[in-house]
């Protein structure tokens, strides 16, 4: 998997959720939603993107938004790369891994 191509695809992607409100993310939370998709990069090269949400820490605490990408290929199929972000309840995001 070309990792400088597929970083920026999960960022981006991950930016869309955070705009979301703190109510909205807590409610896919408890409802253990689970978005995915797939995109081609300018190589043409596909992409699965999941994103996943947890507590972080505590139930009604902040809510961890998890991403991640994978070609199908490879290593990468089974450990795929990975961001994250959380949002807390006063609607303070939280950067990690970026």
Do not use: C
């Amino acid at each position: 998997m070309d990792e400088k191509e597929a970083r920026p695809i999960l960022a981006e992607h991950l930016n869309r959720y955070q705009s979301r409100s703190y109510t909205e993310l807590a409610a896919w939370v408890r409802e253990r939603r689970i978005d995915t998709a797939e995109v081609v990069g300018q190589s043409g090269k596909e992409y699965q993107i999941e994103v996943v949400f947890f507590w972080d820490g505590k139930p009604d605490g902040d809510v961890r938004v998890i991403g991640s990408i994978d070609d199908g290929r490879g290593i990468r199929a089974f450990v795929p790369l990975t961001d994250s972000f959380a949002l807390s309840p006063e609607g303070v995001t939280r950067e990690q891994g970026r």
